[in-house]
């Protein structure tokens, strides 16, 4: 399974911006895209990486962090296996390298780390004042 993550860049706070999460291939047991349940995380300097939003693939079921509900939106298109984080009315401690990851099965808790797959290389944002 290959997850590769984009739409990173630098904006200013209370901007807006999209990032996707592209995978491909076929997980150990079989399992596609459509199947994973999904999530980003955040790595902000200096601080440990922390769960952002999760969807889950069976009910479509959607969990934010306290942090970002109301201003983040976690999606994902079965056909194009992407998986999008948009964040609105940023805030300066949105500066981290963001991750996209798919569970390994079925998500228990999205902010149990060890649910998930491997972690890859991540998008970074920075916010500016």
């Known amino acids: 399974v290959e997850l590769v993550e984009s739409g990173g860049g630098l904006v200013q706070a209370g901007d807006s911006l999209r990032l996707s999460c592209t995978a491909s291939?076929?997980?150990?047991?079989?399992?596609?895209?459509?199947?994973?349940?999904m999530a980003w995380f955040r790595q902000a300097p200096g601080k440990e990486r922390g769960f952002v939003a999760g969807?889950?693939?069976?009910?479509?079921?959607?969990y934010y962090s306290d942090s970002v509900q109301g201003r983040f939106i976690i999606s994902r298109d079965n056909h194009k296996n992407t998986v999008y984080l948009q964040m609105n009315s940023l805030k300066l401690d949105g500066t981290a390298t963001y991750y996209c990851?798919?569970?390994?099965?079925?998500?228990?808790?999205?902010?149990?780390?060890?649910?998930?797959?491997?972690w890859r290389q991540g998008t970074k944002v920075t916010v500016t004042s």
């Open positions: 291939g076929r997980a150990a047991n079989g399992r596609t895209f459509e199947t994973w349940d």
């Open positions: 990851n798919s569970g390994s099965s079925q998500v228990i808790d999205f902010h149990n780390q060890g649910e998930f797959d491997k």
């Open positions: 969807i889950k693939w069976k009910d479509g079921s959607i």
